[in-house]
């Protein structure tokens, strides 16, 4: 589970709320059904007009993996690679189908099961870096709705407000109330920027860094796999996944042959 996300969103969460309470009027004067429903609701039917329906209902499993991401690190990519590679030198690729049971990547097992099926390089290669294709456009358009609904929300809260100052303007006959209508009317627009600012914006953001994070760890697997398959020695195996560490950090996520 990401923690940081967790965190940023309680803490940003609470210490807006925390303001709020502590001001003149307390949360009373931030509650207002009417200008919720036009920023929430005039958010969701923009989205639902701009994206096809299994794509809007698709951002749940969406925001999902942003707060739950699996990608196994460079160090353990490195180690489980050697280790093939030095089984597959010595009792050849059907001795690592008793090692499949213990990885939990499905993108993993399916590459590992191409290589004891007797698959060569140039197969395994094609066919999972068209998975690597299909997951990018995948999160792609995840994306893209996250940035849409950031930007539609401060939109319709700015719609919601001006609908409050026609209708405050249209009845200027108590002055009293000019200040608490003004008020109401703001109030659409405080809430399509707390959404947008703290919610879909990050998130889309955060989206972008893990779905680049899986597919640089997917070309791993792809890299070691296929340098596996291709007979390459456990040294080589991997010299060829260090290309994808930083050098600093090369020495951190060296593999014991």
Do not use: W
């Not at 969406?62 to 030198?89: D, G």
């Not at 050849?92 to 698959?119: N, P, R, T």
């Amino acid at each position: 589970m990401d923690v940081a996300t967790i965190v940023g969103i309680v803490a940003g969460a609470g210490l807006i709320l925390y303001s709020i309470g502590t001001g003149a009027g307390g949360f009373a004067v931030f509650v207002n059904i009417p200008s919720l429903g036009i920023t929430i609701g005039g958010m969701i039917s923009a989205t639902l007009i701009h994206f096809s329906l299994p794509q809007f209902l698709g951002i749940f499993s969406i925001i999902k993996k942003t707060l739950i991401a699996k990608i196994p690190s460079s160090s353990e990519l490195v180690q489980q690679m050697v280790n093939f590679a030095a089984i597959n030198r010595r009792d050849g690729a059907l001795a690592l189908e008793q090692e499949i049971s213990k990885i939990e990547d499905s993108f993993f097992v399916k590459g590992l099961q191409m290589l004891i099926d007797g698959s060569n390089a140039e197969s395994i290669r094609d066919i999972m870096e068209m998975e690597i294709q299909c997951l990018q456009e995948r999160h792609s358009t995840g994306k893209k709705i996250l940035e849409f609904m950031g930007a539609a929300a401060p939109a319709f809260g700015m719609i919601g407000t001006l609908i409050g100052l026609v209708q405050m303007l249209c009845d200027m006959s108590d002055p009293n109330s000019i200040g608490s209508g003004m008020a109401t009317a703001l109030l659409t627009t405080f809430y399509g920027a707390f959404a947008a600012n703290l919610l879909f914006i990050p998130l889309a953001g955060k989206l972008g860094i893990y779905s680049k994070a899986e597919s640089t760890a997917m070309e791993m697997i792809i890299e070691g796999i296929c340098a596996i398959a291709e007979g390459e020695n456990p040294t080589t195996v991997r010299e060829k996944l260090h290309v994808f560490v930083s050098e600093n950090s090369r020495e951190e996520v060296k593999a014991n042959i």
